[in-house]
Structure formats: structure tokens, C-alpha cells
Nanobody, 126 residues
Framework: VQLVESGGGSVQPGGSLRLSCVAS????????IGWFRQAPGKEHEGVSC?????????YSDSVKGRSTVSRGGLYRNTVYLQMNSPQPEDTAVYYC???????????????????WGRGTQVTVSS
């Protein structure tokens, strides 16, 4: 089981970025994928999640309205997080994780996610 994030880097405020999470060794059909981030000196924060079984999605208030989580790729083994108009406060290491909990009303708890990628750094600055 492996998750690999990509798409991070430096971006200017107001731009856009798309993070990718490629899964291998298991089928996304049976898992929830969550996106989390950790800024320097802060705890992990849930950003978004998608339940690949029923399509339910959730977004944190900090990214709601400017982010979209979706599933795609040639074998539908990739989950994307499109983020528009990033701001400096979005600077963090972004992780994707595979687990079993995603609702449309609350942040997914970290302990519900068993498999984690190594993260990709996103830096938003002018």
C-alpha cells in the first residue's frame, strides 16, 4: 500500500495549484481519501476528504468555496485537490491518507486513516 503526493511547490497568492495523490497496492473503491496539512509549529489539520464509495466530500472552512477534491487518473487511482486563490496561510506540508471516515458535516479524525503519504510542501508567497 502506497500513497504518493505531488503538485506542491511555490505559488503566488491568488494563483492556483492542484495536488495529486496516487494510490498503489490497493483499490480506492473501498477507501476514503483525506487531505491534511501541517504548518510549522501547528497540528495536523483536515483540509478535505472524499468517500470513494458514495462520493461524499467535505471541506474545511478555510478552503471551502475555493477547493475541489476529485478522483481520476487512467485507472481511477488518483485523488486530486484543486485549490484556487491560495493565501500565505495555506502554506504547509500537505498529506493524503487512506482511511474509512468521511462525512459531509465534520472534519475526519486522523485516527481513522491508516495509510499516509510522505507529503508535499506548498509555499504561498509573493
Amino acid at each position: 500500500v502506497q500513497l504518493v503526493e505531488s503538485g506542491g511547490g511555490s505559488v503566488q497568492p491568488g494563483g492556483s495549484l492542484r495536488l495529486s495523490c496516487v494510490a498503489s497496492g490497493f483499490s480506492l473503491n473501498y477507501y476514503v481519501i483525506g487531505w491534511f496539512r501541517q504548518a510549522p509549529g501547528k497540528e495536523h489539520e483536515g483540509v478535505s476528504c472524499i468517500n470513494n464509495k458514495d462520493g461524499i466530500t467535505w471541506y474545511s472552512d478555510s478552503v471551502k468555496g475555493r477547493s475541489t477534491v476529485s478522483r481520476g487518473g487512467l485507472y481511477r487511482n488518483t485523488v486530486y485537490l484543486q485549490m484556487n486563490s491560495p493565501q500565505p496561510e495555506d502554506t504547509a506540508v500537505y498529506y493524503c491518507a487512506a482511511g474509512s471516515w468521511c462525512s459531509d458535516y465534520d472534519q475526519p479524525p486522523l485516527y481513522e486513516f491508516d495509510y499516509w503519504g510522505r507529503g508535499t510542501q506548498v509555499t504561498v508567497s509573493s
